[in-house]
Nanobody, 132 residues
Framework: QVQLVESGGGLVQPGGSLRLSCAAS????????VGWLRQVPGKERAGISC?????????WYEESVEGPFTISRDIGKNTVYLQMNRLKSEDTAVYYC????????????????????????WGKGTLVTVSS
């Protein structure tokens, strides 16, 4: 059974850093584009970053996180990371990773047929709280 598992969330002070991990089981994550999305109460999940499959080697960042956040992958560990630096209170959210065979990461954003919420494979999310 395909599984994605996020980890690395927690409580951090403003200006601090966290590294989120998205580990996959039962399939090779490097063949897929992977996205990170986040959700705050009362709002829909919003894409913030994605990384293309290993073959294409490109990434995208939503404007508010471009610069402080970096997405990367470790092929040997079958894991995608989101390094988050200079965190702000508005970064507080539940963070999810997701993928789908039809998902493509372009220079302009996440591309999927239908809504992002329709992607087939999701982790359960990890909570990031930025607070002093």
């Amino acid at each position: 059974q395909v599984q994605l598992v996020e980890s690395g969330g927690g409580l951090v002070q403003p200006g601090g850093s966290l590294r989120l991990s998205c580990a996959a089981s039962e399939f090779a994550l490097d063949y897929y584009a992977v996205g990170w999305l986040r959700q705050v109460p009362g709002k829909e999940r919003a894409g913030i970053s994605c990384i293309c499959s290993v073959r294409l080697r490109s990434a995208w960042y939503e404007e508010s996180v471009e610069g402080p956040f970096t997405i990367s992958r470790d092929i040997g560990k079958n894991t995608v990371y989101l390094q988050m630096n200079r965190l702000k209170s508005e970064d507080t959210a539940v963070y999810y990773c997701a993928t789908d065979p039809g998902f493509h990461c372009s220079n302009y954003g996440m591309v999927v047929q239908g809504p992002l919420s329709g992607m087939n494979y999701w982790g359960k999310g990890t909570l990031v709280t930025v607070s002093s």
